[in-house]
């Protein structure tokens, strides 16, 4: 009894060791592999980023203006499409502090520092461009994450792959006040009202071009002020009971040719005005400058005011001019007597 008891034993363990060895077989007999599911194939078959310039490296001004222009190229099969790209950090895959990352490039400001290409880029590949800006000096790896309407993910922030990183150096930037620039006019002349005008130009130091200037206002209007011409100072339209002393301060736009001769007053006669026009005699170049043109006249006889906007005092205490890199200079104006310094 004890033998058997024994017997069936060792015939129960060898059975339940054999179940546990036993390998599972489908019902066609093949021999199937235990493991981990394989993962789905992804739709993005190519995904790189490259500066603006072709290569992997790129320098800006940390002005807040100035971009630095990234170029992302993906390759997605047929039937799928790009749903997002975001600009990251290399290795971290952390978001950039202290950038500005948008898809819209200014049209003012140029995109590099140092003029460098590898060759000209095949913009026939499909891609998209991002442009990134910052106010504070720093370096920065930034890399590129891709994700597409069916759910497919791409990152090449491991930065193992060939163009999977830009270096972006953000150097201080330059800032100039108005003693920094080249003041290369200043002319006096008479005006036909019989009285005396004065030209002033100004040229960016170092070599660069006027990009842009914002105005903040100044009065522009069709037959009261030249076409390219705008007004920072007039002094109070005609009083018939106060005859004195008026001036007029205009800018003209960097880059419209010359100065324009022509200026308009309001002929008063009671109740009625009418604008006519009267002349200096020289003018001045605007190319890459910013001219001034004063008018004044004394104690005039007739009734007319240099005036265009017609009204009491006009003056606008600053405009701010930017170069191609994105550096403001800050033009201040303080009124001194009839005249109005420029500092």
Known sequence: MKNSTLISSLLLSIFISSSALAVSLPPDGSLERSGPPTPPSSSIKGLRIVAGNGTSNTSIYANGNMQAKLNVFYDIESGDSLKNISIKELYTAATLSQWNVTDIKNQHFSNDLISRSSGPQNLSQSYLTKYLTTNSQDIVSACVELTTRNGSFKSTCDGDSNQSFVRIEALEDQSFTVADWDKNLHTKMKNSLGHESWLRGYTPPNGRKIAYVDYKGSYARNGRTPNNAKVIFASPSYNSTVRK???????????????????????????????????????????????????????????????????????????????????????RFSRDGLGVNII
């Open 245 to 331: 002393g008026q001036s007029t301060l205009y800018v003209f736009k960097p880059n419209t040719g010359v100065t324009s001769k022509t200026f308009y007053y309001g002929a008063i006669s009671g109740n009625n005005k009418q604008y006519k026009t009267y002349t200096v005699n020289n003018s001045g170049n605007t190319t890459n400058s910013l001219v001034f043109v004063t008018n004044y006249i004394w104690n005039y006889k007739y009734a007319i005011s240099l005036n265009p906007i017609h009204a009491s005092t006009y003056f606008i205490g600053s405009i701010d001019v930017y170069d191609t890199y994105g550096s403001k200079t800050t033009f």
